[in-house]
């Protein structure tokens, strides 16, 4: 979406892991930590009057760190707005409050995927504690603790958010198996290794910031979005200026209104100063 000169955004949208925080090569996790760059853009946005949102992939608990971390903060003493799990839970904090949360029920989808990859390791978020899974992920790769729990007690009642990893796997070869599969009843998106997230129907981070939004008064077309995974494409096609960053897959790339520079580069940090220098 074009945006009209001197165009400046009321909701500044930030993916997390490879937008806020580098990546550490190789090892399918990121660095817990905001360079300063990023951090000074954010305040300028926030000392503009901007609402600086996190939109991730991530569970809740392992957002709020990463709120800490930037000091993030609403305006007249509000709490932040935080768009979690992929747009399925949203939540304000501090301190934690969770304001909408959708679910589904995953069976189906987890039993069709499993059949296809039965290798495959699940996880379903336990909210404050860390994730149920049927095997250990790779260290690092999930926040929290791991409870290890059989695949049919996981996804047993409606879930907001599924994860399904297979460490001997490629990306490539889950995006062929989720479209081959159809998965019916769920969105998909694969991360950028063998990592699979299902979610409800027209759940995604497009639609938690569209709620978020509209909480605030505001609509689509005063949202600056800036990410880097699959798991981003729809918000940045929503919002008034999607930008990827510029280690972005070419399918998120494809979409973006701009490419700023890659997260080594504190590419967030340029993009947010375009607007609030």
């Known amino acids: 979406m074009s945006t009209p000169d001197g165009w400046r955004p009321g909701i500044v949208a930030l993916d997390i892991d490879g937008t806020l925080l580098k990546w550490v090569e190789g090892a399918g996790m990121t660095y817990e930590q905001i360079e300063p760059a990023v951090y000074d853009a954010v305040h300028r946005a926030l000392d503009a009057g901007a609402h600086v949102v996190l939109a991730s992939g991530r569970s809740p ?5 990463i709120a800490d971390l930037l000091d993030l903060r609403g305006q007249d003493e509000e709490r932040v707005w935080i768009v979690a799990s992929n747009g399925a839970v949203i939540f304000r904090y501090p301190p934690f409050e969770v304001v909408r949360e959708e679910t589904f029920d995953a069976g189906p989808a987890v039993k069709a995927v499993l059949e296809r990859q039965p290798s495959a390791i ?21 926040s929290g603790d791991m409870i290890v729990t059989p695949v049919d007690e996981l996804v047993a009642g ?33 991360g950028w290794t063998a990592w699979l997230d299902l ?79």
Request: glycine residues 12%; charged residues 20%.
């Open 158 to 190: 409606p879930v907001s958010r599924v994860i399904i990893r297979d460490p001997e796997s490629s990306a490539d070869e889950f995006v062929a198996m989720a479209s081959e599969l159809g998965l019916h009843g769920t969105n998909y998106v694969v």
């Open 199 to 277: 979610s409800p129907v027209g759940v995604s981070k497009a639609s938690g910031l569209e709620y978020v939004a509209g909480e605030l008064g505001l609509t689509s077309a005063d949202v600056l979005a800036i990410g880097d995974g699959r798991n981003d494409i729809e918000m940045l096609q929503w919002a008034g200026r999607g930008v990827a960053m510029g280690q972005a897959v070419q399918e998120v790339i494809d979409v973006a209104d701009a490419v700023t520079d890659s997260v080594f580069e504190d590419g967030a940090a340029a993009e947010i100063d375009r607007h609030f220098a």
């Open 61 to 65: 608990h392992g957002m709020t760190p």
């Open 122 to 142: 699940v996880a379903v978020e336990e909210r404050g504690v860390g994730y149920r899974v049927s095997t250990p992920f790779p260290d690092g790769e999930l």
